[in-house]
């Protein structure tokens, strides 16, 4: 009984140290993104209204996202770090990528827009690096709109304003 024990003690120990002296992946403190994804989600009429757009990323020191308290400058409505997730809406209208900026919802409002603010995953403890998915709800049908593919440019930002690459989807066809 006592072997069993020991080899379980070894084994525990071999796994401890192996995973104790694993470098922690290092990444640039600009953020990175890559295209994972994009899954179209259909109404009760058959058509694609929603998508979730999947992004790999990963950021050095661990300030991307904003508090719900992040409203003064540079942070406040009126600036363009407002938002942190920032996306360009294309379609292919008679062959040639256009891109579109939807209209008001009513008079005297903003345009309406896909942008939209990452809540803070700034992790707790000493190591801040970043590594993960985003996964972004969109509304993927333009009501304004008889063209059916589209594509995304996407970008974000961190709480230092250092703005990662930029990624394109690939086209999207959608069910209107």
């Given at each position: 009984m006592?072997?069993?024990?020991?080899?379980?003690?070894i084994?525990?120990?071999?796994?401890v140290?192996?995973?104790?002296?694993?470098?922690?992946?290092e990444?640039?403190n600009?953020?990175?993104?890559?295209?994972s994804?994009?899954?179209?989600?259909?109404?009760?009429?058959?058509?694609?209204s929603i998508g979730i757009?999947?992004?790999y990323f990963?950021d050095?020191?661990?300030?991307?996202g904003?508090s719900?308290?992040?409203?003064f400058?540079?942070?406040?409505?009126?600036?363009?770090?407002?938002?942190n997730f920032?996306i360009?809406?294309?379609?292919?209208?008679n062959?040639?990528?256009?891109?579109?900026?939807?209209?008001?919802?009513f008079?005297?409002a903003d345009?309406?827009t896909?942008n939209s603010?990452i809540?803070?995953?700034t992790?707790?403890?000493?190591?801040?690096?970043?590594?993960g998915?985003?996964k972004?709800?969109?509304?993927?049908?333009?009501?304004?709109?008889?063209?059916?593919?589209?594509?995304?440019?996407?970008?974000i930002c961190d709480?230092?304003?250092n703005?990662s690459?930029?990624?394109?989807t690939?086209e999207?066809l959608?069910?209107?």
């Amino acid at each position: 009984m006592k072997m069993r024990s020991t080899k379980v003690h070894i084994a525990l120990l071999l796994w401890v140290l192996f995973f104790a002296c694993r470098e922690k992946p290092e990444f640039s403190n600009v953020p990175y993104i890559e295209y994972s994804g994009f899954d179209a989600i259909t109404n009760l009429e058959g058509k694609d209204s929603i998508g979730i757009l999947k992004l790999y990323f990963t950021d050095g020191d661990g300030d991307v996202g904003l508090s719900a308290s992040d409203t003064f400058p540079p942070y406040d409505k009126a600036s363009e770090y407002y938002y942190n997730f920032f996306i360009d809406y294309f379609e292919k209208q008679n062959g040639v990528w256009t891109k579109v900026v939807l209209p008001p919802p009513f008079p005297g409002a903003d345009s309406l827009t896909n942008n939209s603010r990452i809540p803070n995953l700034t992790p707790d403890g000493p190591n801040k690096t970043l590594e993960g998915e985003i996964k972004m709800q969109l509304f993927t049908n333009n009501p304004f709109s008889a063209f059916d593919t589209v594509r995304y440019e996407v970008r974000i930002c961190d709480r230092a304003l250092n703005m990662s690459n930029t990624v394109r989807t690939p086209e999207i066809l959608l069910r209107k």
